[in-house]
């Protein structure tokens, strides 16, 4: 950044109100020792910018993860772009509404954490973004099938530097919950290819996560793995080989016994944590029919279902989105009863 009077913005990853330790939020420390580098080096206008996902409040987060101390240590302001305004941009072909906090930043460092996710397989940079839509726009995107909004997302907002949190993300869910100790941050320009080499680190080729190449597709990066270039900073033996993380895929039994049409991240993510629980006590397996959740079972009926958009399902847990325990008791007490 050449011009030290430019506002730069950092956006971490802040999806639920959930310690970095869980596996799910970015670790305050990493977002300290940017501001620290950046106060260090004359920067004097800078901003937090955030939103979790539907179903959690920023304010929730921002009390349980820290960033109260940071606001306060580095005198700088906090913008919870669930409140924000939203102007409409035009996306590369996709009209999107994007939170007005983004028309402030001149340069943005993305700070996101390297997990798993129980729709879109991995989150990391490109998926980070999300956080800078407002709560309605996180409801059309899951009805637009998420990929294809991501990926365009990406040519309305540029992502100038990128420091992942590999410190413990969760290799399964995105709400964290099984924390995978890594201890690392990687640091890239481009979040297509940082995106690709996440993905492949967590066994999945760049093509199986279909917003990475639609985002290459799109002119946003690169998503050929041969032209990375890695250069590894302090103890080698932490990083030095990344296929050694576990091949974590909790995920994929559970979800088969999901039929997901549309779902809002919240939702979805509550119930394969739950359903986890159910697997661990040995009532999974009573499951006598799919469980249904997401949007598109609005106004329809069904045996079982998840999320007031199933309301007129016989048997259905409420709540937008219903919490993870909630979807825990009331499917326990549905199994046994």
Same mark, same amino acid.
């Given at each position: 950044?050449g011009?030290?009077?430019?506002m ?6 802040m +999806? ?6 869980n ?12 501001l ?12 937090i ?11 929730? +987060?921002?009390e ?13 302001e906090?913008?919870d772009?669930q409140?924000?305004?939203?102007f ?29 996710h129980c ?14 839509i ?13 990929h294809k909004p ?10 100038d ?10 290799l399964?869910?995105e709400?964290?919950g099984?924390?995978?100790v ?12 940082v995106?690709?080499?996440a ?7 760049p ?6 190449k ?5 002119? +946003? ?6 032209? /990375?270039?890695?250069r /590894?900073?302090?103890?080698?033996s ?20 999901v ?15 739950? /359903? ?5 006590e040995?009532?999974?397996?009573? /499951? ?5 959740v997401g ?15 199933t ?8 709540g ?14 549905y199994?046994?009863?």
């Amino acid at each position: 950044i050449g011009d030290r009077d430019k506002m730069v913005g950092i956006k971490p990853n802040m +999806v639920s109100a959930s310690d970095p330790s869980n596996g799910a939020t970015t670790h305050t420390e990493i977002i300290a020792g940017i501001l620290e580098y950046l106060k260090e080096n004359g920067f004097r206008k800078m901003m937090i910018l955030e939103g979790s996902w539907v179903g959690d409040r920023t304010s929730d +987060v921002f009390e349980v993860c820290g960033y109260q101390q940071i606001c306060d240590d580095y005198d700088v302001e906090f913008h919870d772009t669930q409140k924000d305004k939203s102007f409409t941009k035009d996306c590369r072909g996709l009209e999107l509404k994007i939170c007005n906090s983004v028309k402030e930043v001149d340069f943005l460092i993305n700070v996101p954490v390297m997990k798993g996710h129980c729709q879109t397989k991995i989150t990391c940079a490109l998926k980070n973004m999300k956080g800078l839509i407002p709560n309605t726009e996180k409801r059309h995107f899951h009805s637009m099938g998420l990929h294809k909004p991501i990926a365009h997302l990406n040519t309305g907002i540029h992502q100038d530097f990128i420091v992942v949190d590999n410190i413990c993300g969760d290799l399964d869910f995105e709400d964290g919950g099984n924390p995978v100790v890594r201890n690392c941050i990687m640091a890239a320009a481009d979040p297509v290819l940082v995106d690709a080499h996440a993905a492949d680190l967590l066994y999945y080729r760049p093509e199986e996560i279909p917003y990475i190449k639609m985002a290459e597709e799109l002119g +946003v990066g690169s998503a050929d793995l041969s032209r /990375l270039q890695i250069r /590894l900073i302090g103890e080698k033996s932490t990083v030095e080989d990344g296929k050694r993380l576990p091949e974590s895929r909790k995920v994929v039994e559970l979800k088969d016994a999901v039929e997901e049409v549309e779902s809002c991240s919240a939702c979805y993510g509550y119930l394969i944590p739950a /359903l986890d629980m159910l697997k661990q006590e040995g009532l999974f397996e009573k /499951l006598d029919c799919k469980i249904a959740v997401g949007q598109g079972y609005r106004g329809k009926s069904g045996k079982l279902g998840v999320g007031n958009c199933t309301c007129r399902f016989e048997h259905f847990v409420k709540g937008c989105p219903p919490t993870e325990i909630e979807i825990y008791e009331y499917l326990k007490k549905y199994l046994i009863q």
